[in-house]
């Protein structure tokens, strides 16, 4: 059993940055693919941002260029940096690990509210 606790939410002006962190306890992330979601009020959850055991990233339209998504397997932490926000960002972000044999497990989640 996997647990996800992300932090790093808050509230920040547009424009600003912050930086989110999943830490992982229970078992080695080593293998899984990671990922970020995130779901704002009335909408659906979305992808933000992924990334292989191996390093491939990918990410979502809406934030490719200002959100980078990285891993650090020997502290078994998913982080995502996001500058440049935008009030359309503002949303509840989860970390997701998906074993190889396709079993999900979440994180609670973390606030993200940016201001205009």
């Known amino acids: 059993q996997v647990q996800l606790v992300e932090s790093g939410g808050g509230l920040v002006q547009d424009g600003g940055s912050l930086r989110l962190s999943c830490a992982a306890s229970?078992?080695?992330?080593?293998?899984?693919?990671m990922a970020w979601f995130r779901q704002a009020s009335g909408k659906e959850r979305e992808l933000v941002a992924s990334?292989?055991?191996?390093?491939?990233?990918t990410y979502g339209d809406s934030v490719k260029g200002r959100f980078t998504i990285s891993r650090d397997n020997a502290k078994d932490t998913l982080y995502l940096q996001m500058n440049s926000l935008k009030p359309e960002d503002t949303a509840v972000y989860y970390c997701?690990?998906?074993?190889?044999?396709?079993?999900?497990?979440w994180g609670k989640g973390t606030l993200v509210t940016v201001s205009s």
């Open positions: 990334i292989t055991g191996g390093g491939t990233t």
């Open positions: 997701n690990g998906r074993t190889m044999l396709g079993i999900d497990y």
């Open positions: 229970g078992r080695s992330l080593g293998t899984y693919a």
